[in-house]
């Protein structure tokens, strides 16, 4: 084809073999949402196959994101409940977590439903079980340290009334309501 030829808005065959290639590669090696692997297919179509034109790129990741739909290998909200999960065990806040949801492109009532049943004291212990703050503190508390310890759990997402209510806690009753959190 020369340059002056317009592109036909339909992929070809071989394209369209590579992006359900390119999609199951994908979705083999880690969980995607909706928008990550539109997103990826459209950008590495645009890479691999030279003078592609805007609407086969997108009909490609279209086409992707429907293969992964119809096989069942992509969906937003198990993306989501999984995602929140992990966050809340690592110690990040419902509104953290729903802002990394977010910014993947999950969708707001999506995002809502999986973060509606998360306990921010309890991702709020685990941030302080692994930061080493309030019971799990294994240096002398002063008021620069419970300052830094206070503004840290505001950081992290947190309200002061759940990061007061972690410090002020015995390290016995922190990791009981660790290991009660655990079974949930």
């Known amino acids: 084809m020369d340059e002056e030829t317009p592109q036909p808005d339909t992929p070809t065959p071989r394209m369209l073999s590579?992006?359900?290639?390119?999609?199951?590669?994908?979705?083999?090696?880690?969980?995607?949402?909706e928008k990550q692997l539109f997103?990826?297919?459209?950008?590495?179509?645009?890479?691999?196959?030279?003078?592609i034109s805007?609407?086969?790129?997108?009909a490609l990741a279209d086409s992707a994101v429907k293969f992964a739909y119809d096989n069942k290998a992509l969906d937003d909200a198990a993306y989501a409940e999984i995602s929140t999960r992990s966050g809340m065990r690592h110690g990040r806040s419902k509104r953290a977590i729903a802002q990394k949801l977010s910014q993947k492109g999950v969708a707001r009532s999506t995002v809502a439903a999986a973060v509606a049943e998360a306990d921010d004291f309890h991702a709020a212990l685990a941030l302080a079980r692994k930061r080493a703050f309030g019971p799990f503190r294994?240096?002398?508390?002063?008021?620069k340290r419970k300052a830094k310890e206070l503004s840290a759990f505001?950081?992290?997402?947190?309200s002061f009334d759940i990061g007061k209510r972690v410090f002020?806690?015995?390290l016995d009753e922190a990791q009981e309501a660790l290991d009660v959190g655990r079974s949930l």
């Open 18 to 33: 590579w992006a359900r290639n390119s999609t199951i590669y994908r979705l083999e090696r880690r969980m995607h949402t």
């Open 39 to 51: 997103d990826a297919i459209w950008r590495k179509a645009r890479q691999k196959f030279e003078n």
């Open 54 to 58: 805007e609407a086969q790129a997108g």
């Open 138 to 143: 294994k240096v002398a508390l002063d008021e």
């Open 154 to 158: 505001a950081r992290a997402g947190f």
């Open 168 to 170: 002020e806690m015995s």
